[in-house]
């Protein structure tokens, strides 16, 4: 029924959809589908799963998601989130900040030789902060204790211990 709605209540866009839906080739890029009709692309698509990377460049930039959820934020960085969150009105930030920063490894050339790969090595995990370390500086961290990966608990025994204080579940 929410589809139905946007649509007559936005007849432009939803003549748009109809015409790329209707074509087999020579689509509008996603980008200019979403600026032309925003109301009825989120409408029909209401859940998008996007790398961080890819946001800018498929989606202009504007609130039109009512959450963005950003799951192993460890692994992300702040400067490559910022573009997702500026398109959501509410956000959700999960990872664990056990677990390895975010690396720039395949960011760039790496020198030939065992001491620039060493170096390298020690750059490109070191030093980052994520968008998961960027969030627990102004809001209170909400710990998750089910462990729900390992069918052994013997896989996680260690890192519960030392790691978790005895805590996951």
Not at 126 to 141: A, K, N, Q, R, Y
Not at 154 to 167: K, P, W
Request: charged share 25%; with cysteine; hydrophobic share 40%.
């Amino acid at each position: 029924q929410c589809v139905v709605e946007r649509m007559n209540k936005h007849p432009d866009q939803a003549q748009l959809i109809r015409n790329e839906a209707s074509k087999k080739k020579r689509h509008l890029p996603l980008r200019t589908t979403v600026t032309q009709a925003p109301d009825v692309v989120t409408a029909l698509r209401p859940c998008w799963m996007v790398s961080p990377l890819s946001v800018a460049e498929l989606l202009p930039a504007a609130p039109h998601f009512d959450l963005v959820l950003f799951d192993e934020a460890s692994q992300v960085l702040p400067e490559d989130a910022v573009c997702a969150l500026l398109r959501g009105r509410k956000t959700i930030v999960a990872g664990d900040q056990h677990q390895l920063p975010p690396t720039t490894f395949f960011a760039g050339d790496v020198e030939d030789g065992d001491e620039a790969d060493e170096q390298a090595s020690q750059l490109t995990t070191t030093g980052f902060e994520s968008i998961l370390d960027s969030m627990c500086t102004f809001l209170d961290p909400w710990p998750l204790e089910w462990h729900y990966r390992s069918r052994d608990e013997s896989l996680i025994a260690f890192s519960n211990r030392h790691i978790y204080g005895d805590r996951l579940i």
